[in-house]
Nanobody, 115 residues
Framework: QVYLVQRGGGSVQAGGSLRLSCAASGINFRIHTMNWHRQAPGKQRELVASINSGGNADYLDVVAGRFTISRDNARNTVYLQMNSLKPEDTAVYYC?????????WGQGTQVTVSS
């Protein structure tokens, strides 16, 4: 069984920062691409950032330059540092990976940015 346990999130004013973490178990973490998605009310879930086993990262255009995804293979943990947050970043954030033919998801973390 694969478990993804998220921490972090909360409420912040526009321009503030938050950091999310996601600890994985049940997988060989270092070889897996790890992703952060988000889903705002009434909207589809969207991929926010990905980091592959080599540490290369990709970002949704609207968060590029403000969000940073990173990984610590020794701790089996992926992070999402979110700076210069905007109200439109308000969503439930999920970490995700694909392993053994399945998509695995964290429990979700609410991020609320007030103007």
């Amino acid at each position: 069984q694969v478990y993804l346990v998220q921490r972090g999130g909360g409420s912040v004013q526009a321009g503030g920062s938050l950091r999310l973490s996601c600890a994985a178990s049940g997988i060989n973490f270092r070889i897996h691409t790890m992703n952060w998605h988000r889903q705002a009310p009434g909207k589809q879930r969207e991929l926010v950032a990905s980091i592959n086993s080599g540490g290369n990262a990709d970002y949704l255009d609207v968060v590029a330059g403000r969000f940073t995804i990173s990984r610590d293979n020794a701790r089996n943990t992926v992070y999402l540092q979110m700076n210069s947050l905007k109200p439109e970043d308000t969503a439930v954030y999920y970490c995700n990976t694909h392993s053994r033919g399945h998509d695995w998801w964290g429990q979700g973390t609410q991020v609320t940015v007030s103007s």
